[in-house]
């Protein structure tokens, strides 16, 4: 398998303040599973900002799919995000829009014929549990069902990387079970995965993932995935 993702000495600096991330050089590996985790405030959301392309690096080189984002011209973007999952920790829901028009979305803009974006997003909702929701708007769900439903249209796509900023936190025990039972057969798929969570219940779920932790911006591996050949180990 090949680098996905390659970060080169990247900085990040919000306006004149302090670098909030610094020096971070690593590689994640195509098809692996990876844990963001941290303190509140370490930096976790802003590493994967820069990875889903909503912010660009004070300093340094981030790669993706092979290619240098940073002096990318900015047309070139829509092409490479379409590439990426991305589930938002404030999910981003289109309100005026059904939740199943919500999650047909990223096969829309991929031209994907109706007949099939129908049983996919069928298929996607009865998995998250919200078949009987389909035609309800996203300001009359619980937070917890937003966030599923903001899980199924970062999959339905099955994209080649999927971004997930906390994407169990509003969903009790049993609902994370089978969330993460999703992510897993989307990793077996192929995509690669980078979550972060605070959740160490999710974590253990996933035998196989690595972990990287963030500390007062700089980056730690517990699991040494981005120093040694990642292991490979069943889900
Ligand atoms: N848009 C912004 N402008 C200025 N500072 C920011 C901005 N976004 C984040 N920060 C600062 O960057 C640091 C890292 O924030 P970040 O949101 O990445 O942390 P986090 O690990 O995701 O935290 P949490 O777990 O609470 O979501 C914090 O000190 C935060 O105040």
Known sequence: MGTIVQFENVGLRYGHGDEVLTDLSFSLTAGEFYFLTGASGAGKTSLLKLLYLAQRPSRGVIRLFGTDVVTMPRQRMPGFRRRIGVVYQDFRLVPHLSIADNVALPLRI???????????????????????????????????????????????????????????????????????????????????????????????????????RIEGGRLSDPTGALRFPPRREPA
Do not use: C, K
């Not at 997930?164 to 992510?183: H, I, K, S, Y």
């Open 110 to 212: 991929a031209g994907v014929h109706e007949e099939e974006v129908q049983d996919a997003v069928a298929e996607m909702l009865a998995w998250v549990g919200l078949a009987h929701r389909a035609g309800a708007r996203p300001p009359t769900l619980s937070g917890g069902e937003q966030q599923r439903v903001a899980i199924a249209r970062a999959v339905i796509g099955r994209p080649e990387l999927l971004v997930a900023d906390e994407p169990t936190g509003n969903v009790d025990e049993a609902m994370a079970d089978r969330l993460m039972q999703l992510f897993a057969s989307l990793n077996g798929l192929g995509t690669t995965m980078v979550i972060a969570t605070h959740d160490m219940h999710v974590i253990a779920r996933i035998r196989a993932a690595h972990l990287l």
